[in-house]
């Protein structure tokens, strides 16, 4: 009742249906086993959306324009992601898209928005492939000279390098490489492997597990790493499958470190691994702890909005609200409305984004088909290694938070 009656309240801040309104959309899995990520980002850009209109709306030209939220939910189904990013594209004033989770959603909708010009941020994930789909080909086959796609995430290719670092700094030679069979875990496994040739191949890969979506008994697969002397799990994956490893691990007795995607810190991993989780490593770009007044104003407000004591994504949460402060300021810089000004101002930021996150300055560049990286906002200065504990994500290092904490005031 406490989120219904804080969702009636945020949606009556917002304004109703006018010509005079800037049109954004809000799309992710707001249900199924993604959910947390979803609706985490949906509520931290719905809490910057309301924070923006209750102060008069964004300055476009010398006229304040209040943003509208056009929302849907895409349930984490590629067939479904591609009909709403159809329909939006067909959306003759539609200022932006910000949202997104899955892989195969982004690869199954976004060429609609890029074909129509639609600027889009892909908001909290997606792995590598959402991106470098856009890029030029090692067969020649040139990218778009010009991409309405952005991304506002720690990409996978960050995620993993930490990955990597962290078994190799911990003198865990001997991993297991276990991940779902979705786009987004074969990209990931993909980028550890990666990862672990460009870091001088010091670990070894004793195996290489897949689980699928749904599946709730790893037995199998974790014996077969015990039986290997894995000295480590390294995972990639998304929802309750991520538990049940851990909780396999316990049942097994395999006591070794799980080290993996910012994913393991979703709720619906802490609270259906328990105790198990206890230690699990994981690159985050936020963590839910008041380290500076900013981040202490943002956990409060969403606390209150929400009526939770825990969010249950707060690095999604975080990257929603940052990334609706950075399209408003686009907006704001290209004194309009229309996608493709945004677009352009996106690309070309000049004044400095305060978030909760970091304060961002110049986070896009313009578009370069040979570098990915023009439209990736985040770099690896911004994401630090968290660890569960107890129920909630705390710091991996001390010397991390120290450093936030510095750069947040």
Known sequence: ???????????????????????????????????????????????????????????????????????????????????????????????????????GVVMAGDKYLQEKGITKIICPAAGSSSMTQWANKPDGTKGPAQLSIFRFAANDGIQAAMVVEEAINRKLFKVAIIHD?????????????????????????????????????????????????????????????????????????????????????????????????????????????????????????????YGVTRIPSPVSAAQGYDAVLIFAAAVKQAKSTNTVKIREALEDLQAPVKGVIATWRKPYSKWNPADVDTHEAFRRQQVVMGMVMDGRVIFGSEADRLRLAKEQQ
């Open 181 to 305: 069979d979705t786009n987004y875990g074969v990209s990931g496994r993909d980028d550890l492997l990666n990862q672990i040739k460009k870091q001088g191949g010091k670990l070894q890969v004793v195996t290489q597990e897949k689980f699928k979506i749904g599946d709730k008994d790893m037995t199998a697969q974790l014996l077969k790493a015990k039986a290997l002397g894995a000295q480590a799990i390294l995972i990639w994956g998304i929802g309750p499958e991520l538990a049940a490893v851990a909780n396999g691990m316990a049942k097994i007795g395999l006591k070794v470190p799980l080290i993996g995607g910012w994913t393991l810190s979703m709720s619906n991993f802490i609270d259906n691994a328990g105790k198990n989780a206890n230690g699990t490593l994981m690159p985050q770009t936020f963590i839910e702890l008041p380290i500076s007044p900013r981040a202490k104003a943002f956990i409060d407000a969403y606390h209150k909005a």
């Open 1 to 103: 009742m406490k989120r219904l009656l804080a969702l009636l309240a945020l949606t009556l801040a917002l304004p109703a249906l006018a010509a005079d309104t800037i049109k954004l959309a809000l799309t992710g899995p707001y249900s199924g086993g993604s959910a947390p990520m979803g609706v985490s980002t949906l509520d931290g850009s719905k809490l910057a959306i309301a924070e923006i209109n209750a102060a008069g709306g964004i300055d476009v030209g010398g006229k304040k324009m209040k943003i509208e939220v056009i929302e849907r939910d895409d349930e984490a189904k590629n067939d479904r992601g591609a009909l709403i990013a159809q329909e939006l594209a067909s959306m003759p004033d539609l200022s932006g898209v910000i949202g997104s989770v899955n892989t």
